[in-house]
């Protein structure tokens, strides 16, 4: 049978575009439909704008340290549509290298919706049929919002980016690492930060020292956080919520003024389990993320779909449907724009160039860009300690030019050591540039370092990662 690709992708992500462009390089016609902005999440409404964003945040601190090593600098006011207008042309730019990229490997790009007739037949937005020997689904995932009354008076994280001004105060609600970077990331803007979490501390998942010391981190530089702590009904705010609640409600003309990104005129009025009822400018829903699998024509196609509507696959990232493979977040695995790439090569190596390549998925690097910083690599101390008796090493501290600066700011160094091969089995770094650290201390733990390799290296002083290496006696056994 003839087809028009022998590969077409659904999707204009990090993944699916390198896997475009791979497999473009083996000689395969490809082609790729994208629905929005080539880049996808990461690019244009996660990873890039989001950790500039935490770079703007992070100057209300550093006028203040600045003064206390001697320099004479007065801070003015946070310029958002200044800096947003910088950010959209640095987006620009970025999408204009993916597509200029695609372009110079050949890869035929639809600016349209793809979904699936059948397992060789992609369906286009435009109305154009198209048939390829192989498809990729590299779709992403999407913000779920909760089914409350008055949740679409919210907004998600990819509305924070649109926003044409900055509100007065706004109410996050999640405690994962998406509503805790916006948390510290608003909080440092100069937004008055609310942020609920239903459990019992935030950062689920993640290592239970390293998180419960963000979180005394966040409360510090002024997040009000609120554990045990959800959302009973929210509506739009009248003159009568108002009345003893004006404190965080921007005022013009002694009206209470126009809220961005179509909040009512008055704010919005929160009810929650705590007892509480609050006025915020904004309420910002970062309540978990689903797989973009609806409309698409998947299970017409034959694939099969999980739980949460995610792609099920194999090792190869291939589906039930021969014909049909998924990368990324629409297969729910591991949420990470590197991992998603990874696979994208991967699925090249065993597709197109005859090498079965599965993804390791194991021991994955990764940063939490919370204020202070979580970087984090391997087995957390309780997960650890469930599977084999180990030992902590683990020492807290305040670094040297926060303590010169008069902060409080304590930093975390933490190894997670097998006591029976000695082998460090996780790394968990709570500081500033912790996701630095940790793509290093990876490379370590990735070839099986053991407790005994750290102690041999010599330390880099003074540095705050010295302490990985100079840690000798454990904390504690598990």
């Known amino acids: 049978m003839t087809f028009d690709y022998d590969l077409f992708v659904i999707g204009g992500g990090s993944g699916g575009v390198r896997a475009a462009r791979v497999a473009a390089a083996t000689g395969a016609k490809v082609g790729l439909a994208e629905e929005y902005r080539m880049g996808g999440t990461c690019v244009i409404r996660g990873c890039v704008p989001k950790k500039l964003m935490v770079f703007a945040s992070g100057f209300s601190e550093m006028f203040d340290d600045a003064r206390a090593y001697g320099w004479d600098v007065k801070e003015g006011p946070f310029d958002w549509p200044r800096f947003s207008t910088t950010l959209n042309s640095e987006l620009d730019r970025l999408e204009g290298v993916y597509r200029k990229m695609l372009n110079g490997s050949k890869v035929d790009v639809f600016d349209a919706r793809g979904s ?8 286009l937005s435009t109305g154009q049929e198209i048939s390829a020997k192989h498809i990729l689904v590299a779709t992403g995932g999407r913000p779920v919002v909760p089914e409350m009354q008055g949740a679409e008076l919210g907004i998600t994280s990819n509305d924070i980016f649109k926003l044409p001004e900055m509100p007065k105060s706004i109410l996050i609600v999640g405690g994962g690492y998406i509503a805790s970077e916006f948390a510290g ?3 440092g803007l100069g937004v008055e930060v609310t942020q609920f979490y ?3 501390q935030i950062l689920r998942g993640f290592d239970g020292e390293a998180r419960g010391l963000v979180a005394e981190g966040m409360r510090a530089k002024g997040v009000d956080l609120h554990l045990g702590t959800n959302i009973v009904e929210m509506w739009a705010a009248t003159q009568d919520d108002l009345d003893g609640h004006f404190e965080g409600v921007p005022m013009v003309s002694g009206q209470p003024a126009q809220f961005p990104h179509g909040a009512p005129a008055h704010g919005i009025c929160v009810k929650a389990t705590n007892g509480t009822e609050k006025v915020y400018d904004q309420v910002m829903f970062a309540t978990g993320r ?10 017409d196609a034959g694939v099969a779909l999980g739980r949460r509507g995610e792609v099920v696959v194999d090792e190869f990232s291939q589906t039930n449907v021969p014909s049909i493979y998924a990368i990324g977040d629409v297969t729910n695995r591991v949420q990470l724009t590197p991992v998603a790439i990874r696979e994208g090569m991967a699925f090249v190596e065993t597709v197109f160039k005859g090498n079965p390549t599965a993804v390791d998925h194991a021991l994955i690097p990764s940063a939490v860009f919370t204020q202070p910083e979580l970087g984090t690599v391997g087995l957390t101390e309780e997960k650890a300690r469930e599977i084999e008796p180990v030992e902590i090493y683990c020492t807290s501290f305040k670094p040297m030019n926060h303590a010169f600066a008069g902060r409080e700011d304590r930093a975390l160094m933490k190894l997670v050591v097998s006591k029976a091969t000695r082998i460090v089995l996780g790394c968990h770094i709570v500081a500033d540039h912790a996701g630095e650290m940790i793509q290093l201390v990876g490379i370590a733990i990735k070839m099986g370092a053991t407790k005994e390799d750290f102690d041999r290296t010599v330390a880099v002083h003074p540095t705050m990662a010295e302490e990985l290496v100079t840690m000798k006696e454990p904390m504690r056994s598990a």
Not at 290 to 299: A, I, V
């Open 116 to 123: 699936l007739k059948d397992p060789h037949t992609i369906s």
């Open 185 to 187: 990331i608003l909080n």
């Open 198 to 200: 239903r459990g019992a």
């Open 290 to 299: 689903s797989p973009n699998t609806d409309g698409m024509g998947l299970e």
